[in-house]
């Protein structure tokens, strides 16, 4: 908009309330609003009785106050550097509590607060209309975000089960890798390994599929160094915190066999339990019923190197938290320990892992420093000292890196 004086008028400026970053100017009988750090200028409508007007509707009131730093269509602009609200990306790091807090106290340096200038009732309109600006139906993990329900990134924390639900016909990849190798070589250098990160990695991977929104299966296969397992699985999520439940329960049951299924076949059965705390904590408990369990040792790439067993009946119970620290980054901690035939199991010490997850839309990466090498049902149990048969490895001592990657493919 060109402005242009009159020359027998004086120009006046004055600040528009307490930004000085917007500007009231007066001229040729006429107010216009200058946002500055917007680079826009508008024609000030005239006041209405009412002490703070409203446009007509939620789509009204985000033009007239967000539009200028967020673009008319809610994209954002390059110039002031704000998010585009129409991506789900954007959309799934997003919670409702955070749209409405966000609204109402502002960022500081960045956006103004509107809590004081806009009524309770608007800014709920204002946070909904936000939310409506998505370019794509939301997932049912989307609308648990929106709840207040905490919503795990991952299948896993970094080896115990999260029991979260799946889309109905979503496909999704995991992949984990451990570091738990003795390097090859010893004395001053071996700082320069990374706990283990420049050693030989067990590489293992797999995929679930949502059968229906709580029916689930999934496979998974880990090395030849760590027995070559092959396992196979179905979880059924019973309770859900989205559908007013006290809590969220999946039972799971599972069979894997050595050497590609081919042998020293062990049955799991557990209950994967999590509690939401508030919308940025959640605790879990899995209790893991493991029959004809299998010491976890390192094996070779040939089949008659992965050593056979006698199968003994074993039960663990695992404990877990995840806290958000940001939007979509989780710090993840939990502890596994055998109640039940941990000796003939070769486990002296419980397996634990802690470590930061990254959780971006339909992907999730965590890092972890851990003392277990297993991340099957029955093998994440075991730690490195039943691995390396040295009962001293895995004292936090013989904490090495492992990192989770998942993926949702549909």
């Not at 309330?17 to 100017?25: A, E, Q």
């Not at 979880?235 to 039972?251: F, G, T």
């Not at 066999?257 to 509690?275: L, P, V």
């Not at 806290?323 to 320990?337: K, M, Q, W």
Request: hydrophobic share 35%; glycine share 8%.
């Amino acid at each position: 908009m060109a402005l242009h004086a009159d020359d027998t008028q004086q120009p006046q400026v004055s600040y528009a309330g307490s930004s000085h970053s917007t500007v009231l100017l007066r001229m040729g009988g006429k107010e216009y609003i200058v946002d500055l750090a917007a680079q826009t200028v508008h024609e000030s409508k005239p006041e209405s009785s009412s002490s703070s007007p409203a446009p007509s509707g939620a789509a009204g009131l985000f033009r007239e106050k967000c539009s200028s730093c967020h673009g008319p269509d809610g994209k954002g602009l390059r110039a002031t550097g704000t998010p585009d609200f129409t991506s789900p990306s954007i959309q799934s790091g997003l919670s409702d509590p955070q749209i409405v807090d966000t609204i109402r106290h502002g960022k500081p340096g960045k956006m103004p607060a509107w809590s004081g200038k806009l009524s309770e009732a608007q800014i709920q309109d204002l946070a909904a209309y936000v939310r409506s600006l998505s370019s794509s139906p939301p997932s049912s993990h989307q609308e648990a975000a929106r709840s207040g329900v905490y919503q795990p990134g991952d299948d896993v924390l970094v080896s115990l089960p999260t029991g979260r639900t799946l889309d109905r016909h979503g496909f999704y990849f995991n992949f984990a890798h451990r570091f738990a190798s003795e390097a090859a070589f010893t004395g001053t250098a071996r700082v320069a390994e990374l706990f283990g990160l420049d050693s030989v990695s067990i590489s293992s991977f797999g995929f679930r599929y949502g059968v229906t929104d709580k029916l689930s299966v999934g496979a998974w296969r880990s090395p030849s160094f760590i027995g070559r397992p092959i396992q196979l699985m179905a979880a059924y999520n019973v309770l859900d915190e989205n559908r007013e439940a006290p809590l969220n329960m999946a039972l799971r049951v599972s069979i894997q066999g050595q050497d590609n299924f081919k042998r020293s076949y062990t049955e799991n059965i557990e209950s994967i339990f999590s509690r939401t705390l508030t919308p940025r904590a959640q605790l879990y408990v899995v209790p893991t019923f493991s029959f004809n369990d299998r010491p976890l040792v390192a094996g070779g790439l040939q089949s008659a190197r992965i050593l056979d067993f006698p199968g003994v009946n074993a039960f663990s119970i695992g404990f877990g938290a995840a806290v958000d620290v940001r939007p979509t980054v989780a710090l993840v901690a939990e502890v596994i320990p055998t109640l039940w035939n941990a000796a003939d199991l070769g486990i002296h010490r419980p397996a634990y892992s802690f470590g930061i997850q990254k959780k971006i839309w339909r992907h999730a990466f965590t890092l972890a420093l851990t003392n277990s090498p297993g991340t099957t049902d029955s093998q994440r149990a075991g730690t490195r000292a039943t691995y390396l048969r040295k009962p001293n490895a895995d004292t936090p001592r013989g904490l090495f890196l492992g990192f989770d990657i998942m993926r949702q493919i549909h």
